[in-house]
């Protein structure tokens, strides 16, 4: 079966400019989680769905990022006015339910983005 | 709060010798605990998990153990091949996410 996938795979842009980030997690997933891995800072929580709500938004780094699900499938993930400091790999996970410690995580390939 | 610290790389070893990969944590109660790898070009995958105490994950020849008392879940292997080069991150669970490590670059000569 299809894991989970994640586009564009690299996304070059312009300080300034808003991107989205689409990620399709494994179908029947109820889950779906967002990271951040750069250097230097390692892999970061961003932010957790649960369905379509998302209970935990702690980790989002500032106001100009947001993330919605629709549908209990897709996520997109929104950052507004990129800065440099955003430049990272975007990584997507889904499991078949939440509490991280009993239901796998399945990583998406990432995204790539940088901010020029 | 919740934090997870692993050892620097990168490591570089040759095939077939013994691999330790230190990690600790810090944690109220008694999170999950994790050792995800990411091979070239590829998606991070969890190699191996331990839910309490004494545990024991395993997978592909590496082991970890979940030692309460000193806080740690190290990683082994007896004999590393050069296909185990990657990135390897220890983590915990807290609350439905996950807290990763830095992240240690494993490099196998041949």
């Known amino acids: 079966g299809a894991g989970v996938s994640q586009s564009p795979s690299n996304k070059v842009t312009e300080k300034g400019k808003d991107v989205e980030l689409r990620c399709d997690p494994i179908s029947g997933h109820t889950a779906l989680y967002w990271y951040r891995q750069s250097l230097g800072q390692g892999l970061e929580f961003l932010i957790y769905?649960?369905?379509?709500?998302?209970?935990?938004k702690s980790g989002l780094p500032s106001d100009r990022f947001s993330a919605e699900r629709t549908g209990g499938s897709v996520s997109t993930l929104t950052i507004q006015r990129t800065q440099q400091e955003d430049s990272a790999v975007y990584l997507c996970?889904?499991?078949?339910?939440?509490?991280?410690?009993?239901?796998?995580?399945?990583f998406g390939p990432g995204t790539r983005l940088t901010v020029t | 709060g919740d934090s997870v610290t692993q050892m620097e790389g990168p490591v570089t070893l040759s095939e077939e010798a013994f691999l330790t990969i230190n990690c600790t944590y810090t944690a109220t109660g008694y999170p999950s605990l994790f050792w995800y790898v990411q091979y070239p070009g590829e998606g991070l995958q969890l190699l191996l998990k331990?839910?309490?105490?004494?545990d024991k994950g395993s997978n592909k020849g590496f082991e970890a153990t979940y030692r309460k008392e000193t806080t740690s879940f190290h990683l082994e292997k007896g004999s590393v091949q050069v296909s185990d080069s990657a990135v390897y991150f220890c983590?915990?669970?807290?609350?439905?996410?996950?807290?990763f490590g830095k992240g240690t670059r494993l490099h196998i000569l041949p």
């Open positions: 983590a915990l669970d807290r609350d439905d996410k996950i807290i």
């Open positions: 996970a889904s499991s078949s339910e939440g509490l991280a410690g009993a239901y796998e995580q399945y």
């Open positions: 331990a839910t309490k105490a004494d």
């Open positions: 769905f649960q369905g379509n709500s998302a209970p935990d």
